[in-house]
């Protein structure tokens, strides 16, 4: 019953969600050549590429986060097993991009089908996937019941589910329960998300397993970022804001102008979470007064800046490698949420976020009990946080190097999801 409503409603509600997706889809970057494969329109060159991919294991991502994971997971299971074969499906331009750029032997790339029953079974049709593993907190009911009805194996790895979440599975739960139990395995991060995600389905399979992101490494054959080119060639201190959301680029860049008269040395990169927002930070930037560029425009005959503006995907390690200090975002400026911490961690960089991060509580929780960051209560300590680590650069570096060694106690959890998924 549950899925003949949905397939009922789906198209309806699907409508007014096409405005939206077209929107996305001119402003955001990304592969864009074949978003067609999103309502399962395959050219006859895709249809015989991807019949070599028939019966391969199908790894289902969503945007840049997920799919980073999931080349990860792949890297690390085709090195466990080299004889298995990956397709790996994104929703977002951006996550197919970086998924085509850093694609693994042995696998291919397209774009998951929207969950309308029948491109879902076209898609399903054409790979015949000996498995569908789906990262995170992805549910679409179509592509999870034609899974289970096709290969009779469905996995969650790396599942999580926030308070937010929680709350929403809770209050659907009669909807939400039959989907979950569409999984063989759920695979969770913590103790607290196999509470939750039992509280909804309490027949489902699930077993905690970790969080993939803390098996994260700096990555090989890094691509070089050369933030000279916009910041002269004098030894500078880089202040890193990333994956920030609307209100915090004021914050920081407020907070940033006071900091340059005591340390004249600080540049600032600002890494918006998404880019089609640099238009509307840039014109913040000029409202302040600030000297910047554009990292896809360049300095466009300007002479060197204060402010560099990264509105490009796929870099953030690159210019993590280069930071001094880094703010995570998606923690200030009203925000709660937050984001990966364990990607400065890596680096052994100064991390500097918000007090409560609901989505990534966990991690929060492991850096602070190895005083391996440092929070801030109120927007009104950040001015004085970030000057306590300018300040002694040398306990700023120390701090960096407990992060690091906090996130390698807390690896294994790819081996042990590959291991349940062979099983």
């Not at 999931?70 to 690390?76: P, T």
């Not at 469905?154 to 979950?180: E, I, Q, W």
């Not at 103790?191 to 994260?216: H, I, M, S």
């Not at 929780?365 to 300040?391: F, S, Y």
Request: hydrophobic share 40%; charged share 25%.
């Amino acid at each position: 019953m549950v899925y003949l409503v949905y397939n009922l409603l789906f198209p309806i509600v699907f409508l007014f969600f096409i405005p939206g997706m077209v929107v996305k889809l001119i402003k955001r970057s990304g592969w864009k050549k074949t978003f067609m494969e999103r309502f399962a329109f395959f050219s006859a060159e895709r249809r015989r590429e991807l019949q070599s991919y028939r019966g391969a294991v199908w790894i289902h991502s969503v945007s840049v986060g997920e799919t980073q994971i999931a080349l990860d997971l792949i890297r690390g299971w085709g090195k466990m097993h080299p004889e298995r074969k990956f397709v790996i499906s994104t929703t977002t331009t951006t996550g197919q991009q970086l998924a085509r750029d850093r694609v693994p032997p042995n696998t291919t790339v397209i774009f998951c089908p929207v969950d309308f029953i029948l491109w879902v079974r076209k898609v399903f049709k054409m790979l015949e996937p000996c498995m569908l593993v789906v990262l995170e907190t992805e549910l679409w009911p179509n592509m999870l019941n034609e899974a289970r009805k096709r290969c009779g194996k469905v996995f969650l790895v790396n599942g999580r589910m926030s308070d937010k979440s929680s709350r929403g599975y809770a209050r659907f739960r009669l909807f939400f329960c039959p989907v979950l139990s569409c999984f063989s395995t759920i695979m969770v991060q913590s103790e607290n998300d196999c509470r939750r995600f039992l509280a909804v389905a309490p027949d489902a399979n699930v077993v905690v397993t970790g969080n993939l992101k803390f098996d994260r490494a700096v990555p090989e054959n890094l691509p070089p970022v050369n933030l000279n080119e916009y910041f002269g060639d004098d030894r500078h201190r880089i202040l890193l804001a990333s994956c920030t959301h609307p209100g915090e680029e004021l914050l920081i860049t407020g907070t940033y102008q006071r900091l340059r008269s005591d340390f004249p040395d600080l540049r600032l990169v600002l890494v918006p979470r998404h880019a089609e927002r640099a238009p509307d930070i840039v014109g913040q930037l000029k409202d302040c007064g600030i000297t910047f560029c554009r990292r896809t425009k360049g300095l466009e005959g300007q002479s060197m800046v204060d402010c560099l503006l990264a509105d490009t995907t796929g870099e953030m390690f690159s210019f993590i490698s280069k930071a001094d200090i880094v703010i995570m975002g998606k923690s200030l400026a009203g925000h709660n949420e937050g984001h990966n911490l364990i990607e400065p961690a890596i680096f052994a960089k100064p991390i500097v976020t918000g007090h409560e991060l609901t989505n990534f509580r966990f991690v929060l929780n492991v850096l602070r009990e190895a005083d391996g960051l440092l929070t801030v209560q109120n927007d009104d300590e950040l001015e004085d946080v970030l000057r306590r680590l300018l300040d002694d650069p040398q306990s700023a570096g120390e701090m960096g190097c407990r992060a690091e060694k906090a996130i390698s106690k807390n690896r294994g959890a790819t081996e042990k999801t590959i291991n349940i998924l062979e099983a």
